[in-house]
């Protein structure tokens, strides 16, 4: 595989979470590097608003290739944090679910991201509820996605 830049592992991800949201027909705003949460003002009563933001988390490692004086064997980290704001509590845990599902199914049916890494795969999640009395409930879903990538350098 071409040696590639941690950007272009992170585009191609990129790619895949937005193809697998859009996919799900419903509104959802695609946020890149912006760890602002929905603004309560934003949702009306008895409405809902949910978003998904990608960013980079630091890369873990790079090793390497024997053979290939070129090439670097990285692992990097990416994060996708899921979040929806809503009163419904049901409602709210079924949508952030199925955002979730969708993003981690179309992660393991495109483990190449489209042919421009080795091997990607959705490594852990952790959710997280908060709730304030008078304010919609907030559901929030941290997921840490490893890509393994041929890289130019040892740190992409």
């Not at 697998?20 to 603004?39: M, Q, S, W, Y």
């Not at 692992?75 to 899921?82: C, E, H, L, M």
């Not at 489209?114 to 490594?123: I, T």
């Not at 999640?125 to 559901?139: A, R, V």
Request: proline fraction near 6%; charge should be negative; hydrophobic fraction near 40%.
């Amino acid at each position: 595989m071409t040696p590639i830049r941690a950007r272009q592992a992170r585009d191609a991800l990129w790619n895949v979470v937005t193809a697998a949201v859009e996919a799900l027909g419903i509104p959802v705003e695609l946020k890149f590097r912006d760890n602002r949460l929905i603004n309560p003002a934003d949702v009306a009563p008895s409405g809902m608003k949910a978003a998904v933001n990608l960013y980079l988390e630091p890369i873990a490692d790079g090793r390497y290739l024997q053979g290939d004086p070129e090439s670097w064997d990285v692992q990097a980290r990416f994060g996708v944090g899921i979040e929806v704001l809503g009163q419904d509590d049901s409602a709210r845990f079924a949508l952030a679910d199925q955002i979730h599902d969708a993003i981690s199914d179309a992660i393991r049916t495109d483990y190449t991201l489209g042919g421009v890494v080795n091997y990607a795969s959705a490594a852990q999640c952790e959710p997280e509820d908060l709730k304030q009395d008078g304010m919609p409930g907030d559901t929030l879903i941290g997921l840490s996605v490893e890509v393994d990538f041929s890289g130019i350098s040892p740190v992409g």
